[in-house]
Antibody
Framework: EVQLVESGGGLIQPGGSLRLSCAASGFTVSSSYMSWVRQAPGKGLEWVSTIYSGGTTYYADSVRGRFTISRDNSKNTLYLQMKSLRAEDTAVYYC???????????WGRGTLVTVSS | SYVLTQPPSVSVAPGKTARISCGGNNIGSKSVHWYQQKPGQAPVLVMYFDSDRPSGIPERFSGSNSGNTATLTISRVEAGDEADYYCQVWGSSSDHQWVFGGGTKLTVL
């Protein structure tokens, strides 16, 4: 079965760091374009970051310089390293498969990150 | 960066037709994709490349895109269609940003 399963969310203090993981099954992460999309409580969807199969990465202005997207091909897993976390980073973080450069055709169930003291 | 504008809410009676708009500057020149999100669930792709339906999405769902407005149309609306709907575009090859509209809450009366 093709699926994505996120993990690593939790409660973290402002200024802290957290690493999210997204385990893929049924397809190969290294051959895909993969992304992170977040959703703050009661708010809409916000694209966060994308990594192309060739390794090129892209970030939203709101997280550039603080977040790093990466993958471990041996574990078929996508990561999002988050540093200098702020209250406004509180959200459910979804990983998603990006079809070409166009649309997100497979989503995980999400993991909740809460930044609060 | 590119901005997509959706109405916050749309209401429709069962069996009627719902139209959810997504506005953007010359959006007709871009490919628009649509997602459905029910409470507590992940988004699900319901339309891609303006008017293509993924497998498993009912034919009641259709899409169009022209000028400054893209539209998701749901015919013969059912109670199970009640959800938030988001439009999305890819910026461009020179601006690698993926943009979502603010979302529209579809209420089935």
């Amino acid at each position: 079965e093709v699926q994505l399963v996120e993990s690593g969310g939790g409660l973290i203090q402002p200024g802290g760091s957290l690493r999210l993981s997204c385990a893929a099954s049924g397809f190969t992460v290294s051959s895909s374009y993969m992304s992170w999309v977040r959703q703050a409580p009661g708010k809409g969807l916000e694209w966060v970051s994308t990594i192309y199969s060739g390794g090129t990465t892209y970030y939203a202005d709101s997280v550039r310089g603080r977040f790093t997207i990466s993958r471990d091909n041996s574990k078929n897993t996508l990561y999002l390293q988050m540093k200098s976390l702020r209250a406004e980073d509180t959200a459910v973080y979804y990983c998603a498969n990006l079809r070409g450069t166009w649309y997100f055709d497979l989503w995980g169930r999400g993991t909740l990150v809460t930044v609060s003291s | 960066s590119y901005v997509l504008t959706q109405p916050p809410s749309v209401s429709v009676a069962p069996g009627k037709t719902a139209r959810i708009s997504c506005g953007g500057n010359n959006i007709g020149s871009k490919s628009v994709h649509w997602y459905q999100q029910k409470p507590g669930q992940a988004p699900v792709l319901v339309m891609y490349f303006d008017s293509d339906r993924p497998s498993g999405i009912p034919e009641r769902f259709s899409g169009s895109n022209s000028g400054n407005t893209a539209t998701l149309t749901i015919s013969r609306v059912e109670a199970g269609d009640e959800a938030d709907y988001y439009c999305q575009v890819w910026g461009s090859s020179s601006d690698h940003q993926w943009v979502f509209g603010g979302g529209t809450k579809l209420t089935v009366l």
